[in-house]
């Protein structure tokens, strides 16, 4: 069993930054891709970053590109989202999740998720 843990969400103006974290356990973490995923109020979940098992591959989406930026430290079981140049579209619930398939950057091969961490960003 993999468990994930979010921290770091909070509000923010427009054009400002936040990093997330997310704290992996369980099994042997390095194993695992990590995406972050976002639901806002009434839309459907997204996957807007992920990273590989080594973190030498890395997907976002078009939303996103050059504003955030995610890496992780496997020495601390730990995955970073850092979101620079924040807008209130980006305002939303960020999930991590975690997925031994080699499909990492397929929204659909994730089955292990964290509780969410607000994100408000106002204009």
């Known amino acids: 069993q993999v468990q994930l843990v979010e921290s770091g969400g909070g509000s923010v103006e427009a054009g400002g930054s936040l990093r997330l974290s997310c704290v992996v356990s369980?099994?042997?973490?390095?194993?695992?891709?990590v995406g972050w995923f976002r639901q806002a109020s009434e839309k459907e979940r997204e996957l807007v970053a992920a990273?590989?098992?080594?973190?030498?591959?890395?997907y976002y989406a078009p939303s996103v590109k050059g504003r955030l930026t995610v890496s992780r430290d496997n020495a601390e079981n730990t995955v970073f989202l850092q979101m620079n140049s924040l807008k209130p579209e980006d305002t939303a619930v960020y999930y991590c999740?975690?997925?031994?398939?080699?499909?990492?950057?397929?929204?659909?091969?994730?089955?292990?998720w964290g509780q969410g961490t607000q994100v408000t960003v106002s204009s």
């Open positions: 369980g099994r042997t973490v390095s194993r695992y891709g």
């Open positions: 999740a975690a997925t031994i398939s080699h499909g990492w950057y397929n929204p659909r091969e994730y089955n292990y």
């Open positions: 990273i590989n098992d080594n973190g030498q591959g890395t």
